[in-house]
């Protein structure tokens, strides 16, 4: 039988695992979310016998139920090649406090790229399952992070074209760098003057506007999402938890079924809420804790049960992180109310028109197994050289995120589970502020050459990522007005 999904603000709204990936975002607004839960089906000591790509298909079967046996691993196998600099995909490193989980091993050197090498395979494949005539546009707001590896993932595929919106001044040099120089003769790329929210805002105003829908059929074309808020993201990301747990019993590190703890550096909450959904399916976990920057507004809905994007957004050197709407909060939100979607719609229509909502009691009580916690700039820095001088180990300012939130959390708890801290980034990507954490002096403007810094401090190899950027010529140039979103990708589409 099918496991159907169905919309956290309407139940009525249900569809297979294959159209939730086509459609990305339910009609009404919700996000798509399992029936019910599924279990593994295989035990840990035949898990930790397994590699990557083996245990991505025991985990991933589970959820997208009306793909064959063959398509998923077709998927998996086009996605979790060479594109990875280590066979491993996602390699388990010791730290002085805590183990490193690595997601930075594909073509952008950025966890992103977990989930959307395998995006485009699971979505073409839905495309033709549900005899969709139309070229799918791939619409894509972007912290940073997600715009380059969906490009990367997205380029020259056939029948697809991809638009990536982003914060003119919200993302680092290397960042841009790879965005602008993006090949491929589908994909666009535009700066806004804004930042991620007022991005993604106007993304999803695309995505429920019935009239632009209406026209972009007739031209033929659909939209789908390559946000975080696609199941076809969000399930592939489940992987790499039980892939963790796997590796840690394999190498003996604990004992079977002993809990251990992960600490993510959370931004949208698609990554640690896979954590969540790893949990629900069999992985035991302890302690889920999730770690912010200054835009700490997650850290005080664990606090208090207020989600309030009323602040100051702050501009940070983890900008990944950098965001006071976390939209897969909704999915959590919705299963702490038991599936109420009428509530679940409440709460984010209040989020909408207030831009501040309330959990309940009984919500509150359902968060259990969920820690909040925050780092200021300056701790972020001090976790950097921290970890560097106790181990020699660099980390990048996101993962920096996570270790100080960890680091605090153990003196303030003496918790002396095994933790797992999810490292998202290269620190490749973010060598300015690595270096600069590293009290490193005269630290060069030159991208490269803080590379090449880099390699000397951390003795690792620089990535093919940063070497690649390096003579690219820049091919994008576009630059919008947030209210200009609309009328940009028409013109891209030749829509008038
Ligand atoms: C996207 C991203 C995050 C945040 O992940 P979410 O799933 O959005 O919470 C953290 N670190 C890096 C480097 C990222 O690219």
């Known amino acids: 039988m099918n496991l159907m999904y169905r919309s956290t603000r309407d139940s009525k709204n249900r569809v297979t695992a294959s159209q939730a990936v ?11 979310v399992p029936e019910s839960m599924p279990v593994l089906t295989k035990s840990m ?13 025991e985990v991933m079967k589970l959820f997208l139920t009306d793909y064959t046996e063959e398509e998923l691993k077709d998927c998996i196998n086009k996605a979790y090649d060479s594109k990875f600099d280590t066979p491993e995909i996602a390699p388990l490193k010791k730290g002085s406090e805590a183990y490193y989980l690595e997601l930075f091993h594909g073509s952008t050197i950025a966890f992103k790229d977990m989930a959307l090498s395998i995006l485009p395979h699971l979505l073409t494949k839905a495309a033709k399952k549900n005899n969709v005539k139309e070229d799918i546009v791939i619409l894509t707001a972007t912290s940073g992070d997600t715009g380059k590896a969906a490009l990367a993932g997205f380029a020259d595929v056939p029948g697809t074209k991809i638009i990536v919106f982003y914060p003119k001044d919200g993302v680092s040099s290397v960042q841009e760098k790879q965005m602008v120089t993006q090949k491929g003769d589908n994909t666009y790329v535009v700066g806004i003057k804004g930042n991620f929210d007022d991005a993604q805002t106007g ?28 199941i076809g993201r969000l399930v592939p990301q489940i992987v790499y938890y039980v892939y963790t747990y796997a590796t840690l019993y394999k190498k003996k590190q604990i004992e079977p079924g002993e809990k251990i703890n992960f600490i993510v550096p959370t931004g949208n909450f698609g990554n640690i809420l896979a954590a969540y959904y790893a949990k629900q399916i069999g992985v035991p976990v302890n302690q889920l804790i999730c770690a912010s920057n200054e835009n700490k507004v997650l850290f005080d809905f664990f606090q208090t049960g207020r989600y309030d994007k009323n602040r100051p957004f702050v501009l940070t050197e983890s900008p990944s992180m950098d965001i006071l709407v976390s939209s897969n909060l909704e999915r959590l939100i919705y299963h702490i109310a038991d599936g109420d979607s009428d509530k679940t719609a409440q709460l984010m229509k209040a989020l909408t028109t207030q831009g501040v909502y309330d959990i309940t009691d009984s919500m509150k009580l359902n968060l259990k197994g969920f820690l909040g916690g925050w780092a200021s700039a300056e701790e972020t820095r ?17 993962t920096a995120v996570a270790a100080s939130v960890y680091h605090d959390y153990v003196i303030n708890t003496k918790d002396q589970t095994k933790s797992v801290i999810v490292s998202t980034a290269s620190p490749y990507k973010f060598s300015k502020s690595v270096l600069e954490a590293l ?20 003795k690792t190899v620089i990535p093919n990522a940063v070497e690649e950027i390096r003579t690219a010529p820049v091919v994008h140039k576009r630059v919008c007005e947030t209210a200009e979103m609309q009328r940009v990708v028409k013109e891209i589409l030749k829509i008038i």
């Not at 086509?22 to 798509?32: A, C, I, K, T, V």
């Not at 000591?45 to 298909?57: C, H, N, T, V």
């Not at 659909?222 to 946000?227: D, Q, T, V």
């Open 22 to 32: 086509l459609q990305g975002l339910s009609p009404d607004g919700g996000l798509f």
């Open 439 to 458: 009290h490193t002096e005269n630290v060069p403007e030159d991208d490269y050459e803080q590379a090449l810094i880099l390699k000397q401090v951390s």
């Open 203 to 230: 993304v999803k105003l695309m995505f429920n506007d019935k009239e632009l829908a209406d026209r972009l059929k007739q031209s033929g074309y659909l939209f789908s999402s390559a946000n975080s808020i696609n």
């Open 45 to 57: 000591e035949e898990l930790s016998g397994m590699d990557y790509r083996e245990i991505a298909y």
């Open 382 to 398: 001090a976790a950097i050289d921290r970890e560097f001088k106790e181990s020699g180990y660099v980390i990048d300012t996101h």
